[in-house]
């Protein structure tokens, strides 16, 4: 179960800029699994098509998930929710399982300003080389950014 305190102060901006983080659940590696990372990355581009959201930048790791996006005209819940369920549905669908994909909840933060947006969408490239996955950002078959970096 998430935490209340992740809700707290929570709100959902039509427009606004948002970087989201979500957790594998159990910080499992599912990701880690190509089919299961472009099942997420599927749901994140199916967003923006549906008009959920406009991404800016996004990263799958092998255990998380960090998403920067412009909501559009729904809830941050609804919008997050969708993307984590759809993408456990397809995942599970995939290996034949029914078990949970992701840790319940997600951190969320509201961007400020350009500087802000600009610092998150370089912390986002920067997680897979971080983490030893890759030696130079955009390397990373699971990570995109609108932004020239």
């Not at 729904?74 to 995939?94: P, W, Y």
């Not at 290996?95 to 949970?100: E, K, L, N, P």
């Not at 998150?120 to 995109?144: C, D, E, F, H």
Request: hydrophobic share 45%; proline share 3%; charged share 20%.
């Amino acid at each position: 179960m998430s935490s209340p305190r992740l809700q707290h102060g929570r709100e959902a901006i039509h427009g606004a800029m948002y970087a989201i983080t979500a957790v594998a659940a159990g910080r499992r590696a599912t990701f880690a699994d190509a089919d299961a990372a472009e099942a997420v990355v599927d749901e994140l581009r199916l967003a923006g098509r549906l008009g959920l959201a406009t991404s800016l930048a996004w990263v799958v790791m092998p255990d998380h998930l960090h998403w920067m996006f412009e909501l559009q005209g729904f809830s941050l819940a609804q919008v997050v929710g969708r993307v984590k369920s759809c993408s456990a549905r397809r995942i599970n669908l995939l290996r034949g399982t029914d078990g949970a994909i992701w840790q319940a909840g997600y951190y969320d933060h509201r961007m400020r300003d350009h500087e802000d947006l600009l610092a998150q969408a370089l912390y986002i490239l920067g997680n897979p080389v971080r983490r030893g996955l890759v030696s130079q950002a955009g390397a990373y078959p699971y990570a995109w950014c609108r932004y020239p970096t």
